[in-house]
C-alpha cells in the first residue's frame, strides 16, 4: 500500500481565493508530480520535481505554483482561484531505484464557484 | 513524442470471462511500461509494472504482456468480477528522468 496524501480531498471556494493543496509521501521517494484530470479525460502533467529544490513546469499549462523545500512535501498553489480551475488534482511520487515506479495519492477534488 | 493509445475506450463484460486491454506506444525505446486501476473521483492505483527486458509481469488474476517491437503491452484479467469494474490506464516513461505519458484509458464494466 501506497503511503501519498492528499488534504483536503474535497474542497469548493469562492472565485479569486488563495488555496493551497497539499501532497505528502512517507516513502523517501525522489520525485514528485501533480496531475490535473477532468472527469472522464485524461491526466495532464502540470508540474514535477525530481528533488528538493528542483521544480518544473509540466506538459500541461498551469497558473499553479510548486515548491519541494522537503523530500516528502510537495505543495500546489493557487494564487487566485477561478471556475476553470475546477478539476481533480492527483499528487503522484516515484523513486529512481525502483524504476520510477508510480504511487498516486486519493486526488483533491477542487471547485470554484 | 511519444503517444500512448488505448483501444477500445470502453468495454463491457458478463462476470467470469476473460478481459484483454490493450496499450499502443509510438516510440519503442521505452524503459518500462505501468499498468493503474482508477475507480471514479480516486487516485490510480499501480497494478503491474512490466521492465523493457520482461516479455510478461503476473500478479494474481493479471498478467501483463509487452511486445517493445510492435509497440503494444496487453493486460489481461482472468475471470473477471463484479469488483473489477474501473478505468484501466498504461503509462510509459518519456524519458529517463521519470515523466510518463499517460493513455486515455479502457473503461470496463463487469455485469454480474
Known amino acids: 500500500e501506497a503511503d501519498i496524501y492528499q488534504t483536503p480531498r474535497y474542497l469548493v471556494i469562492g472565485t479569486g481565493k488563495k488555496i493551497t493543496l497539499e501532497c505528502s509521501q512517507t516513502?523517501?521517494?525522489?520525485?514528485m508530480y501533480w496531475y490535473q484530470q477532468d472527469p472522464g479525460m485524461e491526466l495532464h502533467l502540470i508540474h514535477y520535481?525530481?528533488?528538493?529544490?528542483?521544480?518544473e513546469k509540466g506538459d500541461l499549462s498551469s497558473e499553479s505554483t510548486v515548491s519541494r523545500i522537503r523530500t516528502e512535501h510537495f505543495p500546489l498553489t493557487l494564487e487566485s482561484a477561478r471556475p476553470s480551475h475546477t478539476s481533480q488534482y492527483l499528487c503522484?511520487?516515484?523513486?529512481?531505484?525502483?524504476?520510477?515506479?508510480?504511487?498516486f495519492g486519493p486526488g483533491t477534488r477542487l471547485t470554484v464557484l | 513524442k511519444q503517444e500512448v493509445t488505448q483501444i477500445p475506450a470502453a468495454l463491457s463484460v458478463p462476470e467470469g470471462e476473460n478481459l484483454v486491454l490493450n496499450c499502443s506506444f509510438t516510440?519503442?525505446?521505452?524503459?518500462?511500461l505501468q499498468w493503474f486501476r482508477q475507480d471514479p473521483g480516486k487516485g490510480l492505483t499501480s497494478l503491474l509494472l512490466?521492465?523493457?527486458?520482461?516479455r510478461e509481469q503476473t500478479s494474481g488474476r493479471l498478467n501483463a504482456s509487452l511486445d517493445k517491437s510492435s509497440g503494444r503491452s496487453t493486460l489481461y484479467i482472468a475471470a473477471s468480477q463484479p469488483g473489477d469494474s474501473a478505468t484501466y490506464l498504461c503509462?510509459?516513461?518519456?524519458?529517463?528522468?521519470?515523466?510518463?505519458?499517460f493513455g486515455a484509458g479502457t473503461q470496463v464494466v463487469v455485469t454480474p
Open positions: 503522484a511520487s516515484s523513486w529512481t531505484g525502483r524504476s520510477n515506479e508510480q504511487f
Open positions: 516513502m523517501g521517494h525522489d520525485k
Open positions: 520535481s525530481y528533488g528538493v529544490n528542483s521544480t
Open positions: 516510440d519503442s525505446a521505452i524503459y518500462n
Open positions: 512490466i521492465q523493457s527486458s520482461q
Open positions: 503509462a510509459v516513461p518519456t524519458d529517463s528522468w521519470g515523466k510518463f505519458q
